[in-house]
């Protein structure tokens, strides 16, 4: 087994958590919006693996700009179209 040295290029897609030095691959998509700075209908999104799902929703949470935590599977099914 040769792990992959090289930063994600021109790769496959594998999406990993948006917390910070985490490498996981991504199990979750956290929709979020900063109504200050985007439009309601805006969403932004965090991935996180599950380890760092419950520290980051709530870090949104705190701020009240989480909107949605959907499984990335799910997600991606859903934005394909
Ligand atoms: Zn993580």
């Known amino acids: 087994m040769i792990p992959?040295?090289?930063?994600?290029?021109?790769?496959?897609?594998?999406?990993?958590?948006?917390a910070k030095?985490?490498?996981e691959p991504a199990e979750w998509v956290l929709a979020w919006n900063n109504p200050k700075?985007?439009?309601p209908e805006?969403?932004?999104?965090?991935?996180?693996?599950?380890?760092h799902r419950e520290h980051l929703s709530k870090f949104l949470g705190a701020r009240g700009f989480?909107?949605?935590t959907v499984p990335l599977a799910e997600w991606e099914s859903?934005?394909?179209?």
């Not at 992959?4 to 948006?18: F, I, K, L, R, V």
């Not at 805006?42 to 380890?51: F, H």
Request: a neutral charge.
């Open 66 to 68: 989480l909107k949605d």
């Open 4 to 18: 992959s040295a090289s930063p994600t290029d021109q790769g496959p897609e594998t999406p990993t958590c948006s």
């Open 78 to 81: 859903a934005s394909d179209g």
């Open 21 to 23: 030095g985490c490498r």
């Open 42 to 51: 805006r969403r932004k999104t965090w991935l996180a693996c599950e380890a």
């Open 37 to 39: 700075l985007h439009t």
